[in-house]
Protein backbone atom coordinates (compact mmCIF):
# COMPACT_ATOMS: atom_id res chain seq x y z
CA UNK A 1 0.00 0.00 0.00
CA UNK A 2 1.39 3.24 -1.03
CA UNK A 3 1.97 6.52 0.86
CA UNK A 4 -1.35 7.98 -0.29
CA UNK A 5 -3.30 5.11 -0.20
CA UNK A 6 -5.85 4.88 3.57
CA UNK A 7 -7.55 1.84 5.12
CA UNK A 8 -10.61 2.66 3.40
CA UNK A 9 -11.23 2.29 -0.22
CA UNK A 10 -14.02 4.87 -1.98
CA UNK A 11 -15.46 3.82 -5.55
CA UNK A 12 -18.49 6.19 -7.15
CA UNK A 13 -20.96 4.31 -9.56
CA UNK A 14 -23.18 5.79 -11.81
CA UNK A 15 -26.50 3.05 -10.84
CA UNK A 16 -26.93 0.57 -7.99
CA UNK A 17 -26.52 -2.76 -9.89
CA UNK A 18 -22.60 -1.60 -11.05
CA UNK A 19 -22.68 -1.67 -7.16
CA UNK A 20 -24.62 -4.54 -6.32
CA UNK A 21 -22.25 -6.62 -8.86
CA UNK A 22 -19.17 -5.09 -7.32
CA UNK A 23 -20.24 -5.88 -3.29
CA UNK A 24 -21.20 -9.65 -4.56
CA UNK A 25 -17.60 -9.67 -5.66
CA UNK A 26 -16.34 -7.84 -2.11
CA UNK A 27 -18.06 -11.07 -0.41
CA UNK A 28 -16.84 -13.00 -2.56
CA UNK A 29 -13.02 -12.27 -1.62
CA UNK A 30 -13.93 -12.20 2.17
CA UNK A 31 -14.80 -8.93 2.80
CA UNK A 32 -17.83 -8.53 5.49
CA UNK A 33 -21.09 -6.36 5.85
CA UNK A 34 -19.21 -4.44 8.97
CA UNK A 35 -16.09 -3.06 6.38
CA UNK A 36 -18.42 -2.86 3.37
CA UNK A 37 -20.75 0.38 3.06
CA UNK A 38 -23.12 1.86 -0.17
CA UNK A 39 -24.86 4.69 -0.05
CA UNK A 40 -27.33 6.31 -2.80
CA UNK A 41 -30.08 8.86 -3.40
CA UNK A 42 -33.38 7.85 -3.54
CA UNK A 43 -34.46 9.54 -6.42
CA UNK A 44 -37.34 6.74 -7.38
CA UNK A 45 -39.40 7.27 -4.12
CA UNK A 46 -41.30 9.76 -2.08
CA UNK A 47 -40.92 11.03 1.37
CA UNK A 48 -40.03 7.15 2.70
CA UNK A 49 -38.83 7.40 6.37
CA UNK A 50 -36.81 5.53 8.82
CA UNK A 51 -37.82 5.97 12.53
CA UNK A 52 -36.08 2.81 14.21
CA UNK A 53 -32.48 3.33 14.32
CA UNK A 54 -30.62 0.72 12.15
CA UNK A 55 -33.34 -1.45 11.32
CA UNK A 56 -33.81 -2.34 7.68
CA UNK A 57 -37.03 -0.42 6.17
CA UNK A 58 -37.51 -2.46 2.23
CA UNK A 59 -40.23 -0.47 1.23
CA UNK A 60 -41.00 0.41 -2.66
CA UNK A 61 -37.68 2.37 -3.30
CA UNK A 62 -35.58 -0.76 -1.40
CA UNK A 63 -37.22 -3.44 -3.46
CA UNK A 64 -36.34 -1.14 -6.93
CA UNK A 65 -33.66 -0.98 -6.00
CA UNK A 66 -33.37 -4.24 -5.46
CA UNK A 67 -34.70 -5.42 -8.93
CA UNK A 68 -32.21 -3.39 -10.92
CA UNK A 69 -29.39 -4.99 -8.40
CA UNK A 70 -30.38 -8.36 -10.22
CA UNK A 71 -28.88 -10.40 -7.67
CA UNK A 72 -29.06 -9.17 -4.31
CA UNK A 73 -26.09 -7.70 -3.01
CA UNK A 74 -27.20 -4.61 -1.39
CA UNK A 75 -30.19 -6.72 0.09
CA UNK A 76 -27.45 -8.91 1.96
CA UNK A 77 -26.26 -5.98 3.54
CA UNK A 78 -29.16 -4.58 4.73
CA UNK A 79 -30.56 -1.73 3.10
CA UNK A 80 -31.97 1.11 5.00
CA UNK A 81 -34.29 3.83 3.06
CA UNK A 82 -35.55 6.79 4.49
CA UNK A 83 -34.87 10.78 4.73
CA UNK A 84 -31.92 11.62 6.45
CA UNK A 85 -31.03 15.36 8.02
CA UNK A 86 -28.98 16.68 5.46
CA UNK A 87 -29.57 14.69 2.88
CA UNK A 88 -32.93 13.68 2.22
CA UNK A 89 -34.41 10.55 0.72
CA UNK A 90 -31.90 7.97 0.65
CA UNK A 91 -30.52 4.21 0.39
CA UNK A 92 -28.15 3.52 2.37
CA UNK A 93 -26.27 -0.18 3.08
CA UNK A 94 -23.56 -2.05 5.38
CA UNK A 95 -21.19 0.36 7.02
CA UNK A 96 -22.48 3.65 5.99
CA UNK A 97 -25.94 2.40 6.07
CA UNK A 98 -25.47 2.31 10.23
CA UNK A 99 -23.95 5.27 9.93
CA UNK A 100 -26.61 7.46 8.66
CA UNK A 101 -29.22 5.39 10.33
CA UNK A 102 -26.84 7.23 13.86
CA UNK A 103 -27.44 10.70 12.12
CA UNK A 104 -31.27 10.33 11.57
CA UNK A 105 -31.36 9.16 15.17
CA UNK A 106 -29.88 12.84 16.03
CA UNK A 107 -25.66 11.81 15.98
CA UNK A 108 -23.97 15.08 14.93
CA UNK A 109 -22.97 14.00 11.56
CA UNK A 110 -23.14 16.51 8.50
CA UNK A 111 -24.42 14.71 6.02
CA UNK A 112 -22.62 12.22 3.86
CA UNK A 113 -19.28 13.89 3.86
CA UNK A 114 -19.48 14.02 7.53
CA UNK A 115 -19.65 10.26 7.43
CA UNK A 116 -17.39 9.62 5.15
CA UNK A 117 -14.55 11.90 7.22
CA UNK A 118 -15.38 9.44 9.77
CA UNK A 119 -14.10 6.90 7.92
CA UNK A 120 -10.91 8.70 7.34
CA UNK A 121 -11.58 10.25 4.46
CA UNK A 122 -9.81 14.10 3.70
CA UNK A 123 -13.01 16.78 3.99
CA UNK A 124 -11.84 17.93 0.85
CA UNK A 125 -12.20 14.36 -1.53
CA UNK A 126 -15.21 13.85 1.13
CA UNK A 127 -17.20 17.15 0.19
CA UNK A 128 -16.46 15.94 -3.72
CA UNK A 129 -17.96 12.73 -3.06
CA UNK A 130 -20.70 13.96 -1.24
CA UNK A 131 -21.45 15.98 -4.65
CA UNK A 132 -21.54 12.87 -6.88
CA UNK A 133 -23.91 11.42 -4.29
CA UNK A 134 -26.21 14.42 -4.38
CA UNK A 135 -25.73 14.14 -8.12
CA UNK A 136 -27.28 10.52 -8.40
CA UNK A 137 -24.44 8.59 -7.96
CA UNK A 138 -23.91 5.72 -5.83
CA UNK A 139 -20.98 5.39 -3.45
CA UNK A 140 -19.76 2.20 -2.27
CA UNK A 141 -16.42 1.99 0.78
CA UNK A 142 -14.55 -0.69 2.50
CA UNK A 143 -12.80 0.05 5.28
CA UNK A 144 -10.17 -1.12 7.46
CA UNK A 145 -8.88 -3.05 3.87
CA UNK A 146 -4.95 -3.45 5.88
CA UNK A 147 -2.70 -4.59 2.49
CA UNK A 148 -5.06 -5.33 0.42
CA UNK A 149 -6.04 -1.76 -0.85
CA UNK A 150 -5.28 -2.61 -4.87
CA UNK A 151 -7.24 -6.00 -4.41
CA UNK A 152 -10.14 -3.95 -3.33
CA UNK A 153 -10.02 -0.65 -5.70
CA UNK A 154 -9.42 -3.17 -8.71
CA UNK A 155 -12.82 -5.04 -7.61
CA UNK A 156 -14.40 -1.94 -7.45
CA UNK A 157 -12.80 -0.24 -10.43
CA UNK A 158 -13.44 -3.92 -12.72
CA UNK A 159 -17.05 -3.79 -12.11
CA UNK A 160 -17.57 0.76 -12.79
CA UNK A 161 -16.28 2.45 -10.02
CA UNK A 162 -14.52 5.52 -10.39
CA UNK A 163 -12.58 7.81 -7.66
CA UNK A 164 -11.74 11.55 -7.25
CA UNK A 165 -8.28 10.65 -8.93
CA UNK A 166 -9.63 8.58 -12.16
CA UNK A 167 -11.68 8.67 -15.00
CA UNK A 168 -15.20 7.27 -15.22
CA UNK A 169 -15.16 4.24 -16.97
CA UNK A 170 -17.03 3.68 -20.31
CA UNK A 171 -16.64 -0.05 -20.04
CA UNK A 172 -19.29 -0.66 -17.19
CA UNK A 173 -19.78 -4.66 -16.35
CA UNK A 174 -16.80 -6.41 -17.98
CA UNK A 175 -15.14 -9.35 -17.29
CA UNK A 176 -11.55 -8.02 -18.29
CA UNK A 177 -9.31 -7.53 -15.09
CA UNK A 178 -8.78 -3.71 -14.57
CA UNK A 179 -5.26 -2.56 -12.92
CA UNK A 180 -5.45 -0.37 -9.77
CA UNK A 181 -4.79 3.65 -10.73
CA UNK A 182 -1.69 4.77 -9.73
CA UNK A 183 -2.54 8.59 -11.51
CA UNK A 184 -2.20 10.94 -9.03
CA UNK A 185 -4.37 14.37 -8.79
CA UNK A 186 -3.83 16.65 -11.45
CA UNK A 187 -6.59 19.76 -11.83
CA UNK A 188 -7.92 19.58 -15.68
CA UNK A 189 -10.87 22.06 -14.63
CA UNK A 190 -13.28 19.01 -14.67
CA UNK A 191 -13.73 16.49 -11.46
CA UNK A 192 -14.12 13.83 -14.16
CA UNK A 193 -13.62 13.02 -17.84
CA UNK A 194 -16.37 11.02 -19.65
CA UNK A 195 -17.60 10.21 -23.10
CA UNK A 196 -16.99 13.70 -25.51
CA UNK A 197 -19.28 14.61 -27.46
CA UNK A 198 -18.98 14.21 -31.23
CA UNK A 199 -15.93 11.99 -29.74
CA UNK A 200 -13.92 10.79 -33.22
CA UNK A 201 -11.44 8.07 -33.05
CA UNK A 202 -7.27 8.18 -35.13
CA UNK A 203 -6.00 5.01 -35.13
CA UNK A 204 -1.93 5.26 -35.17
CA UNK A 205 0.11 2.90 -37.39
CA UNK A 206 3.82 1.72 -36.80
CA UNK A 207 5.93 -0.71 -38.72
CA UNK A 208 7.87 -3.51 -36.59
CA UNK A 209 10.55 -5.63 -37.57
CA UNK A 210 10.39 -9.72 -38.22
CA UNK A 211 13.83 -11.55 -38.17
CA UNK A 212 13.40 -14.84 -40.19
CA UNK A 213 15.96 -17.09 -40.46
CA UNK A 214 17.38 -19.61 -42.96
CA UNK A 215 20.00 -22.18 -43.40
CA UNK A 216 22.62 -21.09 -46.27
CA UNK A 217 26.23 -22.67 -47.23
CA UNK A 218 28.83 -20.82 -45.62
CA UNK A 219 31.61 -22.63 -47.15
CA UNK A 220 33.72 -26.32 -47.82
CA UNK A 221 36.33 -27.88 -45.64
CA UNK A 222 38.19 -30.46 -47.22
CA UNK A 223 40.21 -33.16 -45.41
CA UNK A 224 42.24 -35.55 -46.63
CA UNK A 225 45.69 -37.94 -46.73
CA UNK A 226 49.52 -36.83 -47.87
CA UNK A 227 52.74 -38.55 -47.89
CA UNK A 228 55.65 -36.80 -46.22
CA UNK A 229 59.41 -38.17 -46.63
CA UNK A 230 61.22 -37.03 -43.70
CA UNK A 231 64.54 -38.97 -42.15
CA UNK A 232 64.89 -40.40 -39.19
CA UNK A 233 67.69 -41.51 -37.17
CA UNK A 234 67.97 -44.28 -34.60
CA UNK A 235 70.85 -45.61 -32.62
CA UNK A 236 71.74 -49.26 -32.17
CA UNK A 237 74.40 -50.34 -30.20
CA UNK A 238 77.03 -52.73 -32.34
CA UNK A 239 79.74 -55.33 -31.11
CA UNK A 240 82.82 -55.92 -32.98
CA UNK A 241 85.82 -57.41 -32.25
CA UNK A 242 89.14 -55.96 -32.19
CA UNK A 243 92.95 -57.81 -32.12
CA UNK A 244 94.86 -57.41 -29.31
CA UNK A 245 98.53 -57.39 -29.22
CA UNK A 246 100.68 -57.67 -26.56
CA UNK A 247 104.43 -57.84 -26.33
CA UNK A 248 106.57 -59.34 -22.90
CA UNK A 249 109.86 -58.76 -22.98
CA UNK A 250 112.15 -62.02 -21.93
CA UNK A 251 115.76 -62.75 -20.95
CA UNK A 252 117.50 -63.26 -23.98
CA UNK A 253 118.14 -66.92 -23.44
CA UNK A 254 119.37 -68.92 -25.81
CA UNK A 255 116.90 -70.56 -28.00
CA UNK A 256 118.27 -74.16 -28.96
CA UNK A 257 117.82 -75.51 -32.50
CA UNK A 258 116.02 -72.15 -33.35
CA UNK A 259 116.46 -70.92 -36.57
CA UNK A 260 115.34 -67.46 -37.88
CA UNK A 261 112.95 -68.15 -40.80
CA UNK A 262 110.97 -65.88 -42.96
CA UNK A 263 106.96 -66.67 -43.46
CA UNK A 264 105.41 -67.64 -40.15
CA UNK A 265 102.31 -65.88 -39.18
CA UNK A 266 99.06 -66.18 -36.50
CA UNK A 267 95.41 -65.80 -38.83
CA UNK A 268 92.61 -64.63 -35.97
CA UNK A 269 89.32 -64.31 -37.59
CA UNK A 270 87.82 -60.76 -36.37
CA UNK A 271 83.88 -59.96 -36.41
CA UNK A 272 81.40 -57.32 -36.09
CA UNK A 273 77.91 -56.98 -35.96
CA UNK A 274 76.04 -55.60 -39.25
CA UNK A 275 73.04 -53.20 -38.86
CA UNK A 276 70.47 -53.92 -41.59
CA UNK A 277 67.14 -51.40 -41.63
CA UNK A 278 63.72 -52.44 -42.54
CA UNK A 279 60.23 -50.47 -42.61
CA UNK A 280 56.70 -51.48 -41.42
CA UNK A 281 53.31 -49.32 -41.77
CA UNK A 282 51.70 -49.18 -38.24
CA UNK A 283 48.65 -46.87 -37.22
CA UNK A 284 49.98 -43.39 -35.69
CA UNK A 285 46.27 -41.88 -34.85
CA UNK A 286 42.79 -41.61 -35.98
CA UNK A 287 41.02 -38.45 -36.91
CA UNK A 288 37.14 -37.95 -36.91
CA UNK A 289 35.21 -35.81 -39.24
CA UNK A 290 31.93 -34.41 -38.41
CA UNK A 291 29.70 -31.02 -38.03
CA UNK A 292 27.79 -29.70 -35.02
CA UNK A 293 25.48 -26.71 -34.26
CA UNK A 294 26.88 -24.13 -32.32
CA UNK A 295 24.17 -21.28 -31.21
CA UNK A 296 24.87 -17.82 -31.66
CA UNK A 297 23.60 -14.64 -31.38
CA UNK A 298 23.88 -11.81 -34.25
CA UNK A 299 22.24 -8.29 -34.02
CA UNK A 300 19.76 -7.21 -37.21
CA UNK A 301 18.21 -3.58 -37.85
CA UNK A 302 16.22 -1.67 -39.68
CA UNK A 303 14.63 1.35 -40.35
CA UNK A 304 10.92 1.34 -39.15
CA UNK A 305 8.17 4.03 -39.62
CA UNK A 306 5.20 5.32 -37.12
CA UNK A 307 2.52 7.57 -36.93
CA UNK A 308 2.21 10.68 -34.17
CA UNK A 309 -0.51 12.67 -33.49
CA UNK A 310 0.17 16.39 -34.25
CA UNK A 311 -2.39 18.94 -32.56
CA UNK A 312 -2.73 21.73 -34.74
CA UNK A 313 -4.52 25.05 -32.36
CA UNK A 314 -6.31 27.75 -34.43
CA UNK A 315 -7.59 30.47 -31.83
CA UNK A 316 -7.61 30.39 -28.11
CA UNK A 317 -8.56 26.82 -27.69
CA UNK A 318 -7.70 24.31 -24.56
CA UNK A 319 -6.60 20.87 -25.41
CA UNK A 320 -6.05 18.63 -23.02
CA UNK A 321 -3.82 15.39 -23.34
CA UNK A 322 -4.80 13.10 -21.23
CA UNK A 323 -1.72 10.73 -21.91
CA UNK A 324 0.58 13.73 -21.66
CA UNK A 325 -0.84 15.00 -18.21
CA UNK A 326 -0.87 11.25 -16.79
CA UNK A 327 3.02 11.11 -17.34
CA UNK A 328 3.37 14.69 -15.59
CA UNK A 329 1.72 13.44 -12.74
CA UNK A 330 4.07 10.30 -12.34
CA UNK A 331 7.03 12.26 -11.95
Known sequence: MTANQRSTVIGVFENHAQADRAVLELHEAGFTNNQIGVAARNSETGTTSTTDKGSNV???????????????????????????????????????????????GGAAIAGLAGALIGLGIPEEEATHYEGEFKAGKTIVTVKDVGSRYDEVWTILHRNGAYNKQTAKSTTYGTTAKAAPSSVGSYSTG?????????????????????????????????????????????????????????RHAVNRQAASGANIRPGEEIRIPVSEEQVNVTKDTVVKEEVNVGKRQVQGTEKVGGTVRKEQVKVERQGNVAVEDENVTAKKSKR
Do not use: F, M, W
Not at 225 to 235: A, G, L, M
Open 190 to 246: HSNVGVREGEQKIQLHEEQLHAQKQNVQKGEVRVRKEVVTENKTIDVPVTREEVVIE
Open 58 to 104: IGGAVTGAAAGAGVGGLVALGILAGVIPGIGPAIAAGTLGVILANAA
